[in-house]
């Protein structure tokens, strides 16, 4: 029986192009030109219709440019694609975007002699066009483009690549050697996001044209860096990180081997006592941006814990998130309990973390007792009457047999009341539990004020005294504004604090105490 014909559209906005590609495409034995387009508009209904094995796509396109037209494909409708345009020293940079995006592979076409140019390249055509048939192209998600890079097309290789599995590896006698094709780019990008600084020595040969490398390395380079760390006096230290797009996130490098990562560039729960939702959620952080916060950080020390209360909510971002513990827990050889996944609450949270192989520790953001005064403090929580908040995360303490761990920033007059605390009592009495008073950290600008250390204590003790498992947190990294509320999306430069324009918070922090009190 004859293998079917590998069935080819060309779009391309020269007729001259469009016949050449179409002539060297029928000479093929295995492979045929089902139809031409001059434009994407017509390419769509095109290939609605005729649904076809590969597409060979042009760029610079009248109606509507073909990295617009690719990026709605793949979400749409996955396909092959081999991009042929001219390659400048811009095509490069777009050429990449079209990888990202999910292309298989690109040929850059002669910028003079475009006959015979073209016809000098038709092995080379044919041969991308082969590899194409065959090639895997997953349905890329419909997100920013910040967020997006590196997570389409030929960038779903990384997830599975073995070289993820050498996270953490410590070695200085063996070489390492990783081999990609045009189309592997963003593949490679994720395996090396993924290494420790300790790795050997690592050998790429990557195929891509001239004017393509200097490109390719920049972007490399620019997934994640620290631009700036500070220092804190208990041994931790701030580190601002800077991603690709120029947004800065901050992750804290912990006393005992342990990091804060950040989930989220800015967040969208606005707590009054937190500084980093104060400007709102400005992006999601990828995936790869979450792990690239982490080799950062074992660039400097071991990393044996890693806990997910930087800047964000989790629960916000969290495909990402989910994904990033995954990889930690597995290749990353991180204990599974050494992963704290910290939301306000999100239902979506406990029905997702169960299904996971990887299965985290758990904190919960409680801070009161009280929902009405929850949702003062947590404008945009979900709102979740905290006892039901605690019975699910009692449900999800059984099923991993693991304690909750419930966070409570302690504010003067608000949340360190009498009537408070015995409600907190009756609610935790025999739960799998423990619960992490957090003074209250200073953030410029707010009027939140925390109570006597010596009160916290009392506070601690005597829930201890019923039988509930209480710490008394003195956050790191306090004296560099590295501790928990305190963190931002600073500049690289020095940034004035500015007001959120809402109420102040010395109004809030009235109208909180007169109605709890």
């Not at 990557?206 to 490398?213: E, S």
């Not at 660039?299 to 890693?306: G, I, Q, S």
Request: hydrophobic share 45%; proline share 5%.
């Amino acid at each position: 029986m004859l293998k079917p014909k590998i069935r080819v559209i060309v779009v391309d906005d020269s007729a001259l192009v469009r016949s050449l590609l179409s002539e060297i495409i029928n000479r093929q034995r295995d492979m045929e030109c089902i139809g031409t387009a001059n434009d994407p508009l017509v390419a769509r209904e095109m290939i609605r219709e005729l649904d076809p094995d590969v597409i060979t796509l042009d760029v610079e396109m009248p109606r509507m440019d073909g990295i617009d037209f690719l990026g709605r494909l793949m979400r749409l409708r996955p396909t092959p694609v081999v991009m042929i345009s001219t390659l400048t020293e811009r095509g490069a940079e777009v050429t990449m975007k079209a990888l990202e995006l999910g292309a298989v592979d690109f040929v850059a076409k002669p910028r003079v002699g475009l006959a015979s140019g073209l016809n000098d390249l038709a092995a080379q055509i044919v041969d991308k066009i082969r590899v194409a048939a065959v090639a895997q192209v997953r349905r890329a998600p419909a997100r920013d483009a910040a967020a997006a890079a590196g997570s389409a097309g030929s960038a779903a290789v990384a997830h599975s690549a073995p070289a993820a599995g050498l996270l953490g590896r410590l070695s200085t006698e063996k070489l390492i050697c990783i081999g990609a094709s045009t189309g592997g780019t963003e593949a490679v990008r994720e395996v090396l996001a993924h290494m420790p600084a300790d790795m050997p020595p690592i050998v790429i040969v990557q195929h891509m044209p001239a004017g393509f490398t200097d490109m390719f390395a920049r972007r490399l380079d620019g997934l994640a860096r620290i631009r700036a760390e500070h220092a804190g006096s208990d041994g931790s230290a701030r580190l601002l990180v800077e991603l690709a797009d120029g947004q800065t996130v901050e992750s804290v490098l912990l006393p005992r081997d342990g990091v804060c990562v950040s989930t989220q560039v800015g967040c969208a729960v606005g707590c009054l006592f937190c500084m980093t939702g104060r400007d709102g959620l400005l992006r999601q952080v990828g995936s790869a941006e979450i792990v690239a916060q982490v080799v950062l950080a074992r660039r400097r020390r071991p990393v044996k814990k890693v806990v997910f209360m930087g800047m964000g909510e989790p629960a916000h971002n969290l495909e990402n998130v989910l994904e990033a513990i995954d990889l930690l827990g597995t290749e990353g050889a991180i204990g599974h309990k050494n992963l704290v996944f910290s939301t306000v609450g999100d239902r979506r949270v406990f029905e997702r973390l169960p299904q996971g192989r990887v299965k985290p520790a758990l904190a919960l953001s409680l801070h009161t007792t009280d929902a009405e005064l929850r949702a003062r403090l947590l404008p945009k929580a979900p709102r979740i009457d905290p006892s039901e908040l605690v019975a699910l995360g009692e449900d999800y303490a059984r099923a991993t047999c693991y304690p909750i761990q419930y966070q409570w920033t302690l504010l003067e007059g608000v949340n360190d009341g009498e009537a408070e605390i015995e409600a907190l009592i009756q609610l935790l009495s025999g739960k799998y539990a423990m619960m992490n008073f957090i003074p209250f950290n200073t953030v410029e600008g707010l009027a939140f004020r925390r109570p006597a250390w010596e009160k916290a204590q009392a506070l601690a003790e005597r829930l201890r005294s019923h039988g509930i498992i209480a710490c008394l947190r003195d956050s790191a990294g306090q004296d560099v504004d590295g501790g928990c509320g305190q963190l931002r999306a600073r500049s690289l430069s020095v940034v004035n604090v500015v007001s959120s324009g809402n109420a102040s918070p010395a109004r809030w922090v009235r109208q909180i105490g007169r109605a709890h009190v």
